[in-house]
């Protein structure tokens, strides 16, 4: 699965953070902007760090 994981990670984060942003417009409670926002920046740190030379476990 070598360069799709990290794909889809990436993708992964884009449609959290678009999530996030309409959560936050809509009024939605902080902590569900909060988790998703977390959630968000997870997924784009496990996309980038699965790049790096290297990494592979």
């Known amino acids: 699965m070598g360069g799709?994981?990290?794909?889809?990670?990436?993708?992964?984060?884009?449609?959290?953070?678009?999530?996030t942003?309409?959560?936050?417009?809509q009024g939605?409670?902080?902590v569900a902007v909060l988790i998703?926002?977390?959630l968000a920046v997870l997924a784009t740190a496990a996309g980038v760090l699965r790049l790096i030379p290297g990494s592979d476990s």
């Not at 799709?4 to 999530?19: C, R």
């Not at 942003?21 to 417009?25: A, E, G, K, T, V």
């Open 4 to 19: 799709a994981l990290p794909t889809l990670l990436l993708i992964l984060a884009g449609v959290l953070v678009g999530g």
């Open 21 to 25: 942003w309409s959560l936050y417009r």
């Open 28 to 30: 939605a409670p902080k």
């Open 36 to 38: 998703t926002g977390a």
